[in-house]
């Protein structure tokens, strides 16, 4: 594994929406040289987690989390992306249940703070508390609506859903022009097909149809959207 420069450790911090704001002197008071951590692809940053006390921010790579079930089935709870955040994220001991979290994909960096480090950090910075905050539900909200869609909605109506939340994730608050947009992916589609409750087979002939109709094309690294007034015609 390629160890990471220490003068490259800010740039990837700042990566993440939660830090970029914050000054020099500020960056220099979370102290976070030594709450680096570099995992290979395929090894767990943690496994079967109870009372886990860390929080952990990616700056560079893909993180699965996941659970295994009573019967030994591998239950698919998220892909984390550069810039977002996983463990006791709502700063309890005891809240991750049996949860696993594994570097897929590539190596994997992260900056990572114990709870009692990281609630002394959002202390002495109200505005970091309250962007964090915002964050966090953001983060549960997000869980709670494809759970709901799971059980509200047939698989196709998930998969446009999901694929809506995807498209709206990389746009931002950035407006609509025109009706094709290309945007980077990092899910396959059997990743697609856990995080809504499906299997690879039926999302690859869902994508199908959604082509063949001129919705939209999963190209592997790329999706390129063909009737993006759609999509948002109707915001959630």
Request: with cysteine; aromatic share 10%.
């Amino acid at each position: 594994m390629q160890t990471i420069k220490e003068n490259d450790h800010e740039i990837l911090l700042r990566k993440c929406s939660l830090w970029a704001d914050l000054s020099e002197e500020e960056y220099k008071a979370l102290d976070v040289q030594d709450n680096y951590k570099e995992v290979r692809k395929g090894e767990y940053v943690y496994f079967e987690a109870y009372n886990h006390n860390v929080i952990y921010f990616i700056k560079k790579g893909h993180i699965l989390l996941g659970k295994i079930d009573d019967d030994g089935t591998v239950i698919t709870k998220d892909v984390l992306k550069p810039g977002d955040f996983f463990g006791q994220f709502i700063l309890e001991k005891n809240s991750l249940d049996g949860e696993f979290a594994q570097a897929i994909k590539s190596d994997i960096s992260l900056c990572s703070f114990t709870i009692e480090k990281f609630i002394q950090l959002l202390k002495k910075n109200p505005t970091l508390s309250v962007k964090f905050s915002k964050l966090v539900g953001l983060r549960m909200r997000k869980f709670e609506n494809r759970f709901l869609n799971i059980i509200q909605k047939n698989t196709r109506e998930r998969l446009l859903l999901f694929m809506h939340d995807l498209l709206a994730e990389q746009r931002g608050n950035r407006p609509v022009l025109g009706d094709t947009i290309v945007i980077s992916n990092y899910l396959t589609q059997d990743e697609i097909a856990r995080l809504i409750g499906s299997s690879r087979q039926n999302v690859t002939t869902l994508f199908s149809q959604l082509k063949e109709e001129g919705i939209l094309d999963y190209e592997g690294k790329t999706v390129k959207y063909h009737q993006v007034s759609k999509f948002f015609a109707n915001e959630r």
